[in-house]
Structure formats: structure tokens, C-alpha cells
């Protein structure tokens, strides 16, 4: 819908960043100034409603600086330390949404619909006389003296402050888009490279596609040449194209960022057994060569899932599966073990965009105060969210980011308004 309008705050982008900050905007302001959202999309917080599956993982109780990346990974402590975890909990628990915190830290609504959170945020906002306006896409902005002139597809706006909520590049059937950017690049503001994030992960697939559909605990690294970039325990999927589930997700970012520069080779290296200690394995191996009538073909049937036991074989280079075991020497099971703790397959890329949760890179941090995000460049401009170069790992890590910039720049916003006043 086209529209004229003028606001004390408008806030672009009516996602998880936008709808907070119109809240604790709105709340602060105390009916003295006028808070408007501005979202392309018909409905806001559409990429909400899909957070963990329709779950919505809120939050983490160890939001530690560890777990958030970019080019200037120092930039979100002052922020995540002015709202914390317990912050997110309280501001959710006002608005009608409990929380449970699991053993993990990840935190959650205690319904586990994210529906119910976006319906929460929503009618706070209402309540409290935020102005949705839907369906107006922000094109271009122009600071002016007493505030900043917006151009959109159809009508213009005006607005003493603007708040940047126009998330990133990432799942563009949810609104992400690398266009929005321009809005911050136009004046001035640099971007730094993009690129995916807790993304599935693409890899040769002569024996991954045998695998397909199935699920292990299992330990995975990803090694640049031979060098080890990151490693991480926990459920992997495996799938027609490559890698999935949790753990390869974690910390898939490291693939992303070596498709883009590409240099030199990507290898997954799985750990199937983890939990198993190298003689334990040995032992077991040794045991199953003694079991009368067994052929290669079960020789890891219990130990491992069967089809799962048969491809680590065969990428092991065992291929005749009517052997009988009882004519492995020590040395081959030495290779089995080998295959078995680090099976390593070759990693050709990521997903993209299309299907990744997040996007690494953004806005260059460096242009904006790290106590209010206001930007250093232009005045009364400020931004939060997934927009910023400013990533976090799965887990819930980044909507805390999202509420807690949100926060910042809200507060900061009312501090302007009131020093202009
Ligand atoms: C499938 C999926 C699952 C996820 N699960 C989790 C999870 O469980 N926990 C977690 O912490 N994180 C999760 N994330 C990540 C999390 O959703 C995002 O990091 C977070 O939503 C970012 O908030 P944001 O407000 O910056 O951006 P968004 O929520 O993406 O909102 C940006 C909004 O701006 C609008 N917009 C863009 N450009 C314009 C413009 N020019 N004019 C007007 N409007 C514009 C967009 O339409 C969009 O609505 C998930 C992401 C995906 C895709």
C-alpha cells in the first residue's frame, strides 16, 4: 500500500529486530513520540515464524562472545552485555511469553510456536500504538535537517530518527535479500562480503549418496588443506547432495567463507565413533574377525549402522563383501579404524543462500557505536539485527543478537529525541 507519513521513529523492517525495537521504542517513548514500522513484505515477521522449525529457539543462556563472528568480533559485547539472556526471558515473560530455558542453554517458548511469539510481539506493539505499514518497500533514504526523507514503492515518509531492521541475505522466500544493503551503502557505509551461514554443506557424493536419509552422533571437522578450521560433536544427516543436521550446520560458515575465496581443498573429516577410545575400537574389531561364518559384508553390522558400516568399508577400499572376515589381517583393521574415526569426504561448497539461516558479513561494524549502533556517519541513522556484520552460531544465538541491538538502538534513539526536544 502507497503512504504518506510523518514519524518521530521509523523503524525499516518488520522482522524479529524491527518488531522489538518498535516495542521497547514504543514503551520508553511514552506515548511523546510516534513509532512507525516500515515492511515490504504483507505480513511482519514472516522469517520469525520459521525460527527452529516453527519452535523458535529465543535465546541461549550462554550468549558468550564466542559464539558471534565478523569482521570486528569485539563489537556486539557491549550490547549482548547491556541485554542479557535473562533480559530476553523478562521482556518475553511482559508480553505473555514464558520461557523455558533447556539443559543445553538454548531457550525457548514454553508453547514452542513461534507463531505464538510473533501474535505476542504484535499486539504489544498495538497496544502500545506502533504503525505497521505493510507492503512498503523503503528504496532510498536522504538525510535532510530535521530528519530523513524516505522514498518507498509508493508514497513518502518522513522521520526525525530511522532505525535499520532489514535483516540479511539469507532464505529469500522469507524475505532476506542482499538489496536492502544499498540503503546503508548509498551513504557511505561499507559491506563487507557475504556470505552463508548454519547452511547444509555440499560434498562429492560417490558414497554419501548411499547413505542417504541417515542420522548419527558423530564428530565433524572441516580441514582447509590440512589444516583444521572447526570441529563439532552432534547429529549429522546425511543427504543426497552431502552434509546436514545440526553439528554440520554449526559450523558450516567455514565452508562458506572458503567457497568464496577459494583456495585450496575443503575436506569433511568424520569421527563416527566418538565416543570410543582407539583400543576399545581395535578391540571390537578383532573380536568380530573371530566370529565364525560372518562376511565383510557385516562386519561392522552392530557397530555401526549397517548400510553406514557397509559404505565406510567401501570408501575404506574393502569392496568384496563375501570375504570372510576371519581373513582380515591386523593391518587391514587398522585401515577400517582409520576409516571409521576419519572418514574424510570432499567438501564442494555450501547450499547457498537459499537455504542457510543466516548471513555472514553485513554492514561494516566499524561505522556505528558500538554502545547505541547509531552510525558515525550519519547522524540520528541507526541499525540492528542480522543487517550488521555481526553473526552468531545455532542455537538461538541470533535472535538474542536481534533483541538485544534491538534494545540499544531503541534506547538510543529515545535518548536523541529527548536531548532534541
Ligand atoms: C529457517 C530459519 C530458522 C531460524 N531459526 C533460528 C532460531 O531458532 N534461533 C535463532 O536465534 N535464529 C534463527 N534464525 C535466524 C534469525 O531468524 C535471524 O537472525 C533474525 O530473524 C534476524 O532478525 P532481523 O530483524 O535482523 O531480520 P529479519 O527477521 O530477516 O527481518 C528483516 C525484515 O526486513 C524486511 N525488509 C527488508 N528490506 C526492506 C525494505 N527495503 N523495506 C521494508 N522492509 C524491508 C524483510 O521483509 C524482513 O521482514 C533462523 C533463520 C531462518 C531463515
Redesign the pocket.
Known amino acids: 500500500m502507497a503512504s504518506v507519513g510523518w514519524y518521530d521513529i521509523l523503524i525499516?523492517?518488520?522482522?524479529?529486530?524491527?518488531?522489538?525495537a518498535s516495542i521497547f521504542a514504543a514503551r520508553s517513548a511514552k506515548g511523546r513520540y510516534s513509532v512507525a514500522i516500515?515492511?515490504?513484505?504483507p505480513r511482519?515477521?514472516?522469517?520469525?515464524l520459521?525460527?527452529?522449525?516453527g519452535?523458535?529457539?529465543?535465546?541461549?543462556s550462554a550468549a558468550v562472545m564466542k559464539r558471534y563472528h565478523g569482521n570486528h568480533p569485539e563489537f556486539p559485547q557491549i550490547v549482548l552485555e547491556g541485554f542479557s539472556s535473562e533480559d530476553t526471558c523478562a521482556f518475553f515473560e511482559s508480553i505473555g511469553v514464558e520461557c523455558t530455558v533447556r539443559a543445553d542453554g538454548r531457550i525457548y517458548p514454553l508453547c514452542v510456536q513461534?507463531g505464538a511469539v510473533l501474535d505476542c510481539m504484535r499486539l504489544e506493539a498495538q497496544s502500545l500504538g506502533v504503525q505497521e505499514l505493510c507492503e512498503?518497500?523503503?528504496?532510498a533514504l536522504h538525510k535532510e535537517k530535521n530528519g530523513f526523507r524516505l522514498a518507498?514503492g509508493g508514497g513518502k515518509l518522513f522521520s526525525r530518527v530511522v532505525l535499520i531492521?532489514?535483516?540479511?541475505a539469507?532464505?529469500p522466500s522469507?524475505?532476506?535479500?542482499a538489496?536492502?544493503y544499498s540503503?546503508l551503502s548509498a551513504s557511505g557505509h561499507t559491506r563487507t562480503p557475504l556470505f552463508p551461514s548454519?547452511v547444509q554443506v555440499r560434498t562429492d557424493t560417490q558414497y554419501i549418496k548411499s547413505v542417504k536419509g541417515i542420522r548419527v552422533d558423530a564428530r565433524i571437522s572441516f580441514m582447509r588443506n590440512r589444516e583444521r578450521l572447526a570441529s563439532e560433536k552432534g547429529e549429522i544427516l546425511f543427504t543426497e547432495y552431502g552434509l546436514s543436521g545440526p553439528a554440520v550446520m554449526q559450523i558450516s560458515r567455514h565452508v562458506s567463507d572458503w567457497e568464496r575465496r577459494k583456495q585450496g581443498k575443503m575436506t569433511a573429516v568424520l569421527n563416527l565413533l566418538p565416543d570410543m577410545n582407539k583400543e576399545n575400537l581395535m578391540a571390537s574389531l578383532r573380536r568380530r574377525t573371530i566370529m565364525q561364518g560372518r562376511t565383510m559384508g557385516d562386519l561392522l553390522t552392530g557397530l555401526l549402522q549397517k548400510r553406514l558400516g557397509q559404505t565406510v568399508l567401501r570408501a575404506a577400499g574393502f569392496h568384496d563383501f563375501n570375504l570372510p572376515v576371519t581373513a582380515l589381517k591386523d593391518n587391514d583393521l587398522v585401515r577400517i579404524a582409520a576409516g571409521i574415526v576419519g572418514w574424510e569426504i570432499e567438501v564442494t561448497g555450501s547450499q547457498g543462500f537459499g537455504s542457510?539461516?543466516?548471513?555472514a558479513g553485513g554492514i561494516d561494524t566499524d561505522d556505528f557505536n558500538p554502545m547505541t549502533l547509531e552510525s558515525k556517519l550519519v547522524p540520528g541513522l541507526f541499525a540492528?539485527?542480522?543487517?550488521l556484520d555481526v553473526?552468531?552460531d545455532?542455537?538461538?544465538?541470533?535472535?538474542?543478537?536481534?533483541w538485544a541491538?534491538?534494545y540499544a538502538a531503541s534506547k538510543a534513539m529515545i535518548a536523541l529525541l529527548d536531548t532534541e526536544k
Open positions: 525499516i523492517g518488520g522482522g524479529s529486530a524491527g518488531l522489538a516500515a515492511e515490504k513484505q511482519v515477521g514472516r522469517k520469525l520459521a525460527t527452529g522449525n519452535t523458535c529457539n529465543i535465546s541461549n513461534s512498503l518497500n523503503v528504496t518507498t531492521c532489514t535483516g540479511g539469507a532464505s522469507l524475505g532476506g535479500s538489496e536492502a540503503l548454519i542457510a539461516q543466516v548471513t540492528a539485527g542480522e543487517v553473526d552468531g545455532c542455537g538461538g544465538f541470533n535472535l538474542q543478537w536481534a541491538s534491538a
